[in-house]
Structure formats: structure tokens, C-alpha cells
């Protein structure tokens, strides 16, 4: 194991509790699946010598020295200088960004989906061992919507080391309500709360749920309220939004739809006219709530018939797939809707994207590294292999051009200049 990767020990299991939770609580509590808290980023010089490397923008690059200093990429074609991590025979890339995930959500002690009677150690503990698996899956960026847990999870990570994926978070989202929704004012001051609570983004429900029939629940005029308060607030909007609350939310100024199922191709076309970020989900999501459907059932309106309808529908997701990438100029961003099942396997969304959207293997993977970053408005930081980018960097087991499934055997991940995993196989070649 290379030096530079951190190893589980009980002052990370001690740290984790000091910083992550409130109250008397013993070390030994949380068990041994915690994960290590890593060295601050070395200041030194690392670099990463590479023969095969993608650039995050659609490029391939040739024997690229990767230079790290800082937490940042200095240059690729850096010198001997400094301690070397050999990556050849690996398919090198930014890490991944998933704008849409639930970090919160997870299955408790029972193996059921945890709900707020859920003791809080053992919620904290669900939503960093969430991060953790994220991270493992080449994921060193996401876009966690829905929970005020997110906020001290993002902190954590941001400001003490903790492992896990960089988070942005919409805290709790903004949920439509038609005629009872509120005055303009009131839904104004709805943004700047979330803007006061520290969110780095709002999160509006203009449909209701699709296993409750995906109805709209706000107007266009109310989709352009909040989205211009978010926007004077300085803060982005992503609207989950089905059939022609699509173009409504795009209309609004509204700078990200999710799932778009029931849309038509005119609904699209008027969001690329306008500049919005699409974000279906066709290859995780469902199948994992199919998959897990007992674990889920009997909580909020997980029920068999809401179940049945997205099963039914997931067709439905392939063609409004199939339509936003077929579409000139659509920006077609990843996410995933992760949920509990779900966390550490968002690379199967790539496979589902190249199955079911017929995108091409090296579209898919921009779309979660510089489409993704310009999604998130770090498009000047993150998503690409360049000198003064953060130094997020995974290296892949094979060649995901080839063959796509190698987005499954992720064997190195770097986030910030820090390196998390580092598991080189006895296969690769040089």
C-alpha cells in the first residue's frame, strides 16, 4: 500500500465522533467500519505517471506526468521531483460528480429504510458510511439534495479532513403546494432561509412524486419566484419537475430539471433553448428501489403501486433519455437520485446512459466531469485534468472506451491532493 494512503486506527474512529457528533458517546460505539481520517493534502510535489489519461473534456491524453501540490494539479508534464505514484496500464480521469444523490438516505441497523425514529449516532453513522461509498466509487464531488444531515456531513468534510466525496447541499427542499404554496414574499423569504441555513443550492418539487402520479404542484409564475430569489441570493435551483413542468421550470430561469419523465421533445427543446441542465436517471435509480423493495415498503409512499408505476414507466425514463441527448446543444448532465441500495454503484448510471440514451461512452463520463462542474458553477475548478484544477483524480482498472464496464473496477481515487484508495491489480500492463 502506498505510504500516502491513511489507515483505519481508533484516533480516526475517536476523531469521527468528536467532530461529527454531539453528545457523550464512546469511541467504541462506532465499530470498526469507519472509515480512516486522512493526512492533510502533502505540500510536496506527487506525481502521477500515467500512459493513458482522459482529460474530463472529451479528450485522450499520452504519457502524462501528473504533478500535485497543494491539493492542486501544478502540470502534466511534470518532473522527476518528488514522490511518484505509477498509474500505467490504469485509464486515468478527473473523479466524478453526480449532481443528484441523497446522502442522507440509507437502510438502519433492521436493514430497513431509516426513518427520523432512527437514533441519531446511528443516522450520523448511516450518512458517513454513504459518503464513504461514494468516494470508494470514484465519486469525489456530489450534489446531495434533500436533509438539513447534510449540512454538518458537507462541513465535516470541508473543514476537517473527514473522508468523503466534496458535498453541496440544498438542505431541505422546497416543496410545491398550488394555491397554499404562499404569498411572493413568503416564497422569497423560503430562499433566503435556506440561504441563512447555509444552503449552496435550493432543491424545488414543481410535480409530485412519480409513485404519486407526478402531478405539478407549482405554477410557472411560482417556478420563477423562487428561481429568481435563488438567483439574487446567489444561490443555483434544480427543479424536480415531470411532463410539462419541464419547460415551465426552463421558462422560469430555473437552472437545473431532474427525471423529466412525461416530457415531450417540445418541453426539451425549450429547456436547451434556454440553457438548462437536463438530468435524467436511467440506470440506478429504479432498479435499485426494484431491487430493494421490501427494505423500502411501508414507509412514506414507498407502496407496491407506487413501486409498479415506476417499473411500469422506466421505459418512459429511456425515451426522454433518448430525446434530451439526441437533442443539438442539450446539456445532458449525470445524476443518479442515489438512495439507500445505491451509494457507491452511481457508475452504473454511465452504463444505463451509453444502453438506453445512446450516448457515447467518452459523452457520458463529461457528463460527470466538466458538464457536471459547469452544473455546479466550478467549472473553473473541478471536472478536468488541467493545471490549477483540484486535484480529484481515479484511475480505472481498463479502458471504459472499450469497455464501459470498467467504471465498475475504480482502483485509485485522489480527492484535493489527498490519496483515499489505492489498489493496484497484478493485471495491468505498462
Same mark, same amino acid.
Given at each position: 500500500?502506498?505510504?500516502?494512503?491513511?489507515?483505519?486506527?481508533?484516533?480516526?474512529?475517536?476523531?469521527?465522533?468528536?467532530?461529527f457528533?454531539?453528545g457523550?458517546?464512546s469511541?467504541?460505539?462506532l465499530?470498526a467500519?469507519?472509515?480512516?481520517?486522512?493526512?492533510?493534502?502533502?505540500?510536496?510535489?506527487?506525481?502521477l505517471?500515467?500512459?493513458?489519461?482522459?482529460?474530463g473534456?472529451?479528450?485522450l491524453?499520452?504519457?502524462?506526468?501528473?504533478?500535485?501540490?497543494g491539493?492542486?494539479?501544478?502540470?502534466?508534464?511534470a518532473?522527476?521531483?518528488?514522490?511518484?505514484?505509477?498509474?500505467?496500464?490504469?485509464?486515468?480521469?478527473?473523479g466524478?460528480i453526480?449532481?443528484?444523490?441523497?446522502?442522507?438516505s440509507?437502510?438502519? *441497523?433492521? =436493514?430497513?429504510?431509516? /426513518?427520523? %425514529? +432512527?437514533?441519531? #449516532?446511528e443516522?450520523?453513522?448511516?450518512?458517513?458510511? @454513504?459518503?464513504?461509498?461514494?468516494l470508494?466509487?470514484?465519486?469525489?464531488?456530489?450534489?446531495?439534495?434533500?436533509?438539513?444531515?447534510?449540512?454538518?456531513?458537507?462541513?465535516?468534510i470541508?473543514?476537517?479532513?473527514?473522508?468523503?466525496?466534496?458535498?453541496?447541499?440544498?438542505?431541505?427542499?422546497?416543496?410545491?403546494?398550488?394555491?397554499?404554496?404562499?404569498?411572493?414574499?413568503?416564497?422569497?423569504?423560503?430562499?433566503?432561509?435556506?440561504?441563512?441555513?447555509g444552503?449552496d443550492?435550493?432543491?424545488?418539487?414543481?410535480?409530485t412524486s412519480? *409513485?404519486? =402520479?407526478?402531478?405539478? /404542484?407549482? %405554477? +410557472?409564475?411560482? #417556478?420563477?419566484?423562487?428561481?429568481?430569489?435563488a438567483? @439574487?441570493?446567489?444561490?443555483?435551483?434544480?427543479?424536480?419537475a415531470y411532463?410539462?413542468?419541464?419547460?415551465?421550470?426552463?421558462?422560469?430561469?430555473?437552472?437545473?430539471?431532474?427525471?423529466?419523465?412525461y416530457?415531450s421533445?417540445?418541453?426539451?427543446?425549450?429547456?436547451v433553448?434556454?440553457?438548462?441542465?437536463i438530468?435524467p436517471?436511467?440506470?440506478?435509480?429504479v432498479q435499485n428501489?426494484?431491487?430493494?423493495?421490501?427494505?423500502?415498503?411501508?414507509?412514506?409512499n414507498?407502496?407496491?403501486?407506487?413501486?409498479?408505476?415506476?417499473?411500469?414507466?422506466?421505459?418512459?425514463?429511456?425515451?426522454?433519455?433518448?430525446?434530451?441527448?439526441?437533442?443539438?446543444?442539450?446539456?445532458?448532465?449525470?445524476?443518479?437520485?442515489?438512495?439507500?441500495?445505491?451509494?457507491?454503484?452511481?457508475?452504473?448510471?454511465?452504463?444505463?446512459?451509453?444502453?438506453?440514451?445512446g450516448?457515447?461512452?467518452m459523452?457520458?463520463?463529461v457528463?460527470?466531469?466538466?458538464?457536471?462542474?459547469?452544473?455546479l458553477?466550478m467549472g473553473?475548478?473541478?471536472?478536468r485534468?488541467?493545471?490549477g484544477?483540484?486535484?480529484d483524480?481515479?484511475?480505472?482498472?481498463?479502458?471504459?472506451?472499450?469497455?464501459?464496464?470498467?467504471?465498475?473496477?475504480?482502483?485509485?481515487?485522489?480527492?484535493g491532493?489527498?490519496?483515499?484508495?489505492?489498489?493496484?491489480?497484478?493485471?495491468r500492463?505498462?
Amino acid at each position: 500500500m502506498h505510504p500516502l494512503v491513511s489507515l483505519v486506527t481508533s484516533r480516526a474512529r475517536s476523531r469521527f465522533l468528536s467532530l461529527f457528533l454531539i453528545g457523550a458517546c464512546s469511541a467504541q460505539t462506532l465499530g470498526a467500519q469507519v472509515a480512516p481520517v486522512p493526512p492533510p493534502a502533502p505540500p510536496g510535489p506527487v506525481v502521477l505517471i500515467t500512459d493513458r489519461a482522459l482529460d474530463g473534456r472529451g479528450n485522450l491524453l499520452r504519457g502524462s506526468r501528473i504533478g500535485v501540490a497543494g491539493g492542486r494539479i501544478t502540470s502534466l508534464k511534470a518532473s522527476a521531483a518528488g514522490a511518484t505514484i505509477d498509474l500505467r496500464g490504469y485509464t486515468v480521469m478527473p473523479g466524478w460528480i453526480d449532481t443528484h444523490v441523497h446522502l442522507d438516505s440509507h437502510f438502519d *441497523r433492521t =436493514g430497513r429504510i431509516a /426513518t427520523d %425514529t +432512527e437514533p441519531p #449516532l446511528e443516522a450520523a453513522m448511516g450518512i458517513a458510511l @454513504a459518503a464513504w461509498e461514494t468516494l470508494m466509487g470514484g465519486f469525489t464531488t456530489v450534489q446531495s439534495v434533500g436533509s438539513l444531515t447534510e449540512r454538518p456531513l458537507r462541513n465535516i468534510i470541508r473543514d476537517h479532513g473527514f473522508p468523503g466525496p466534496r458535498v453541496l447541499t440544498s438542505l431541505e427542499w422546497i416543496e410545491g403546494k398550488g394555491d397554499s404554496t404562499g404569498t411572493p414574499e413568503q416564497m422569497r423569504a423560503i430562499v433566503r432561509e435556506r440561504k441563512a441555513q447555509g444552503a449552496d443550492l435550493v432543491k424545488i418539487f414543481a410535480s409530485t412524486s412519480q *409513485r404519486v =402520479g407526478a402531478r405539478p /404542484t407549482l %405554477t +410557472e409564475a411560482q #417556478l420563477r419566484i423562487f428561481c429568481d430569489e435563488a438567483a @439574487a441570493q446567489g444561490l443555483r435551483s434544480m427543479v424536480h419537475a415531470y411532463r410539462s413542468q419541464v419547460s415551465a421550470a426552463a421558462r422560469a430561469g430555473c437552472k437545473q430539471v431532474e427525471h423529466a419523465t412525461y416530457a415531450s421533445a417540445e418541453d426539451i427543446a425549450t429547456a436547451v433553448r434556454m440553457g438548462t441542465f437536463i438530468s435524467p436517471q436511467v440506470g440506478l435509480v429504479v432498479q435499485n428501489y426494484i431491487a430493494n423493495q421490501a427494505r423500502y415498503l411501508g414507509v412514506g409512499n414507498y407502496t407496491e403501486a407506487g413501486m409498479a408505476t415506476m417499473d411500469r414507466d422506466l421505459p418512459l425514463d429511456f425515451d426522454i433519455c433518448r430525446i434530451a441527448v439526441a437533442t443539438p446543444d442539450a446539456k445532458v448532465v449525470f445524476s443518479t437520485d442515489a438512495t439507500a441500495g445505491a451509494h457507491g454503484h452511481n457508475a452504473e448510471e454511465f452504463l444505463g446512459r451509453v444502453a438506453h440514451c445512446g450516448q457515447s461512452p467518452m459523452a457520458a463520463l463529461v457528463s460527470a466531469q466538466s458538464l457536471a462542474a459547469e452544473a455546479l458553477g466550478m467549472g473553473n475548478r473541478l471536472g478536468r485534468l488541467a493545471p490549477g484544477y483540484e486535484a480529484d483524480i481515479i484511475a480505472l482498472d481498463g479502458d471504459p472506451l472499450a469497455d464501459l464496464t470498467a467504471v465498475r473496477r475504480v482502483v485509485f481515487v485522489m480527492r484535493g491532493g489527498v490519496v483515499y484508495k489505492w489498489a493496484p491489480t497484478a493485471t495491468r500492463k505498462h
